[in-house]
């Protein structure tokens, strides 16, 4: 017998029992045998919500995603339905992608809450994750689930968690709910399903989610959609089941789809990562493009919230553009919109994120809008639009590649970005510019905002303490100046406090605590440090700035703000 530590040798002592059935018991004992580090790592610890939910390995134990931690998640939750809604009849909606046992989970899920009492709307097959929001109100939900790891390897699922107002749990209820968990036993866990408050729903549901897309994304003519040559790839996801659709209906005839990436399929097999972030990701994509001579590429991650936009640059070359990029753009153009139809009032704001390009704010002075800015993830989006209802909400979005269009959907939202990306593309066409000269525009008009993002992955517990440490030193040890520049101010989100390093004064940041610190130096440049929420990686969000005389000078400018990030990045000891 291996030596396993007394508190790890309790948690699996516990899955030992008759609470879990055979399968999982014989799993386990054969790991205590053959593998102790798995065992270890599967049961050192509960698998917390994160930025995006709850996310992990599937397998075995606490550490893992499987039906006793998904379970255990879903008996809290429906506890915690019943204390908040003691009088009313509770009605959660259930959605999944494209990854292994997303769907055999969600049944799982669906079953815990029939067995609670609770009405559940489980869509037939695989659905976008902006589809399972959108539907939360639709159908006036209490609350949702959905069964993604997102861009995540193959081994991993996820559960991410949606309230009334279609937007993922933000504090106090996150904690409420974890403790509502916490405070069960496995065995509380109901799993017998009431197949009589199962309803299964779909095609109606897709039919009003796509008219509201199209309805919410739609700006240009049928002669500028007409002149359009589209590729499209939903890397294997779930966006093969609406975006096509949403295209046809706004009126675009030439779209091309990348065959080998139709099919779902969790194995991503044409791809080393389902990411959109990724250019070897849209490869194939790209090919296509120039088979078709396309004016734009877009690929989806498996869940359908993130894209990833390719389009021509000035030599007819397709590069894809960065999350901060296609961010910009497509507020601006939603802001042109607005203004056009003389609905900007001094009433609307923009959003985005604190790891996000500072040039959004100067967008928002431009159009005399507000401009409103939260921690990563669109649940600050979403309770911005909460909790400011008497704002109108224009669009939003953040670097990792996530935007929303209007607030009937609050989460990011493929599906409609998708559209406004080409509604954008074929408005420029059709008025003999681009998208990529578009963009050159914004710069121009508002100065040239250039960002990196580092990612250094950790995995396991030493990964872990290792990410800890360095975010300790940063504190502790807080750089004094960055790619030749003094620091000027840091902002600490865990401690709620912005030190101005030339006044020496500290202030309070109002915006909820989290493991974010930012370093402003004297030039404009910024440098931000994060955990990621959902992987084992730290972050490093760089972004500098110039003014831009003209289109002309953009290679020569953006070389410039090239160097500066190198030189960053060597202070940051990261090459």
């Given at each position: ?12 002592n ?7 059935d ?14 102790p ?16 939910g ?5 397998g ?17 939750l ?58 939360l109100k ?5 609350c949702g ?21 279609g ?12 403790k ?23 095609k109606?549901i897709?039919?009003a989610f796509?008219?509201?897309?199209v ?5 240009t ?32 005839k030439?779209?091309?789809i990348?065959e080998?990436q139709?099919?779902p ?22 090919d ?7 004016d ?20 007819g070359?397709?590069i894809?553009l ?8 497509m507020t ?26 500072p ?13 409103k ?15 400011f209802?008497n704002?109108?909400?224009i669009?939003?979005g953040?670097e ?24 954008i593309a ?23 905002y250039?960002e ?19 975010m ?9 100046e960055?790619?030749h ?23 309070t940041?109002?915006?909820?605590k ?8 004297e ?22 700035n110039?003014?831009?005389k003209?289109?002309e000078?953009?290679n ?15 202070d940051?000891?990261?090459?």
């Amino acid at each position: 017998m291996i030596n396993i530590e007394p508190q790890l040798l309790e948690r699996v002592n516990t899955w030992l029992t008759s609470t879990f059935d055979e399968d999982t018991q014989t799993h386990i004992k054969n790991l205590i045998a053959n593998n102790p580090t798995e065992l270890k790592e599967s049961f050192y610890k509960n698998l917390e919500f994160g930025t995006g939910g709850m996310r992990g390995i599937m397998g075995i134990g606490t550490n893992r995603i499987n039906k006793y931690t998904l379970g255990k998640n879903t008996q809290g939750l429906s506890n915690y339905l019943h204390k908040s809604f003691p009088n009313e009849t509770i009605k959660v909606a259930i959605a999944y992608d494209c990854r292994h046992n997303s769907k055999s989970l969600a049944k799982v899920v669906a079953d815990v809450f029939s067995a609670n009492q609770i009405e559940v709307y489980l869509f037939e097959d695989l659905r976008p994750t902006p589809e399972l929001s959108f539907t939360l109100k639709h159908l006036n939900c209490h609350c949702g689930i959905v069964l993604t790891a997102s861009h995540n390897p193959p081994e991993y699922n996820g559960y991410k968690v949606y309230w009334q107002d279609g937007g993922q749990l933000v504090p106090p209820q996150d904690g409420e709910i974890i403790k509502e968990i916490e405070a069960l036993d496995y065995s509380e866990i109901k799993f017998e399903e009431q197949p009589k408050l199962i309803h299964i729903i779909g095609k109606d549901i897709d039919d009003a989610f796509v008219d509201a897309s199209v309805k919410n994304g739609s700006f240009t003519t049928d002669a500028a959609r007409d002149g359009l040559k589209i590729v499209f790839t939903p890397l294997h996801g779930t966006s093969i089941t609406t975006i096509p659709e949403t295209l046809q209906r706004a009126g675009f005839k030439h779209v091309h789809i990348v065959e080998e990436q139709k099919e779902p399929n969790g194995d991503f097999p044409t791809v080393k990562s389902p990411n959109p972030e990724e250019p070897e990701a849209l490869k194939m994509a790209l090919d296509l493009a120039e088979k078709e001579q396309a004016d734009i590429v877009i690929g989806t991650d498996p869940d359908s919230d993130r894209l990833g936009v390719a389009v021509r640059d000035l030599d007819g070359k397709m590069i894809l553009l960065n999350g901060n990029q296609t961010m910009l753009l497509m507020t601006d153009f939603l802001l042109k919109q607005w203004k056009a139809q003389g609905k900007l009032k001094g009433n609307e704001f923009i959003a985005s994120t604190i790891v996000s390009t500072p040039m959004m704010h100067q967008l928002a002075k431009a159009y005399n809008v507000d401009y409103k800015v939260g921690l990563t993830g669109f649940k600050w989006i979403a309770k911005m639009i909460k909790d400011f209802p008497n704002q109108d909400f224009i669009g939003g979005g953040e670097e990792s590649f996530g935007y929303m269009v209007g607030d009937f959907v609050r989460d990011k939202d493929a599906v409609t970005s998708t559209l406004l990306a080409c509604e954008i593309a074929a408005h420029a066409k059709a008025n003999g510019s681009s998208f990529y000269k578009e963009l050159l525009q914004l710069y121009v008009n508002h100065g040239l905002y250039k960002e990196r993002l580092i990612s250094l992955t950790k995995k396991g517990i030493e990964g872990a303490q290792e990410i800890t440490q360095m975010m300790i030193d940063a504190r502790e040890n807080p750089m004094s100046e960055i790619g030749h520049s003094k620091v000027v101010k840091v902002e600490d989100y865990q401690s709620s406090t912005s030190k101005n390093l030339v006044s020496g004064e500290t202030s309070t940041i109002d915006i909820p605590k989290s493991n974010v610190i930012i370093y402003y130096t004297e030039d404009g440049s910024q440098v931000a440090l994060r955990p990621s929420g959902t992987e084992p990686k730290i972050k490093f969000y760089i972004s500098v700035n110039t003014a831009l005389k003209n289109t002309e000078a953009f290679n020569a400018t953006q070389e410039i703000l090239e160097q500066k990030i190198e030189s960053i990045i060597k202070d940051l000891k990261l090459s």
